[in-house]
């Protein structure tokens, strides 16, 4: 259990605080902690560009991470994508996220979405009696169905199975956990009148990762990263070939806050309390606990909230710049950022690449890159068509 503790800690989590030397801030970091976080890394290359949002962004064939209630709207009748993203590359090297979606529209009203997911955390060797290098991983692989429920509105759920080895099998007190949730998102988008402009306003929600606790062959069992994400966006035409698009989301997780020790509490009541008050704390009720148990009261609240912003320029629907800005406060970890992207689309293939530039040069998610390919079915049938 420690090990674990440990190991997601060093990861995810502290290595931004490392270069918070000062003792007030250091005294202010207590983010909230999960297992399983790569649930939690944005996988696209577009969204990546634009501040890691996605709630209500232009429906494309990444939206079941962001938001899968975006299929029905999508323009082509199906979709396929890839993305792959190297993580903490400036501190090491073997960490990475692949993955993989594809959606089917069904009729014109509902779809079919579904994502695979695979983090390795690359190879590690392991002092024991074998020397053995151990290759710990996260597996994730989900299915949705949205359907609209007016020309307006649509609506869609989702079912995840979440696999985590983090020990490579060589220890026996720590074995793989797994476990399962469900996402339940909305979407709604309608053109408005901007001057002589039609534009189209749109908004978002996604409630992911609703689903049991994960246990790795210990006393305790771990919460896994639900998530309430809300979003807006905003697309103004320019003229013909010309568009931009304004969007924003807000994210929280709705997982409790870890109990602070007291100053006059001894580690055997601390640790009991610990167990007692968190984890032994069912992953339902911690949803609605973590909406009011910040040690700060309601100032600690809206600091677990992270939020961020993105701009999306588009020609003639095959050139694309993107740019953004994600903020986190300081307490959950400070992994603030700006991020900058490109994307290049053609009738069957379109391209996407997304850069990380931390605000810090000490921020570990410093130039990170993620790149892309979709395929679009629409304009993969039309290509066989015309050759025969």
């Known amino acids: 259990m420690n090990r674990i503790q440990l190991f997601l800690a060093t990861i995810f989590l502290v290595s931004p605080a490392l270069a918070n030397k000062e003792d007030d801030i250091r005294d202010k970091f207590n983010p909230i902690l999960t297992a399983v976080t790569s649930q939690s890394i944005g996988a696209d290359a577009r969204a990546g560009g634009m501040g890691d949002i996605g709630a209500a962004t232009e429906p494309d064939v990444n939206a079941q991470q962001w938001n899968p209630a975006k299929y029905p709207f999508t323009i082509s009748r199906a979709g396929v994508s890839l993305n792959y993203t190297p993580w903490l590359r400036k501190i090491t090297t073997g960490i990475a996220l692949l993955n993989a979606t594809g959606y089917i529209r069904l009729g014109d009203y509902q779809a079919l979405s579904t994502s695979v997911r695979y983090f390795s955390l690359g190879d590690f060797s392991v002092a024991n009696d074998n020397a053995m290098t151990v290759k710990p991983y996260e597996f994730g692989i989900d299915m949705a169905y949205s359907r609209m429920l007016s020309d307006n509105l649509s609506a869609a759920v989702a079912l995840r199975y979440i696999y985590s080895d983090l020990s490579g099998h060589y220890d026996d007190n720590t074995k793989a956990g ?149 903020n986190e406060n300081v307490s959950q970890g400070g992994r603030s950022f700006f991020s900058v992207g490109a994307g290049f689309r053609m009738n069957v293939l379109s391209i996407d690449a997304g850069y990380v530039v931390a605000t810090s040069a000490s921020n570990p998610l410093d130039q990170t890159f993620r790149v892309g390919l979709s395929f679009d079915m629409d304009g993969i049938k039309d290509l066989f068509g015309r050759r025969r």
Request: proline share 3%.
């Open 178 to 326: 797994s476990a399962f949730a469900a996402d339940i998102a909305m979407y709604w988008n309608k053109y408005v009148m901007l001057g002589s402009r039609e534009s189209q306003l749109a908004f978002g929600v996604n409630i992911s990762n609703i689903g049991s606790k994960i246990n790795y062959g210990g006393d305790y069992s771990y919460f896994i990263p639900t998530n309430l994400r809300i979003g807006g966006s905003l697309m103004i035409p320019l003229n013909e070939y010309n568009r931009i698009s304004f969007s924003a989301d807000a994210n929280k997780l709705l997982v409790p806050s870890m109990p602070l020790r007291n100053a006059d509490e001894s580690n055997e009541d601390y640790n009991e309390r610990v167990r007692e008050k968190y984890y032994d704390m069912s992953s339902i009720k911690g949803i609605f606990k973590s909406f009011g148990d910040a040690p700060d009261g309601f100032k600690g609240e809206l600091k677990e909230i992270n939020w961020g912003v993105g701009v999306e320029y588009t020609y003639n629907d095959k050139f694309t710049l993107r740019g953004g800005y994600h």
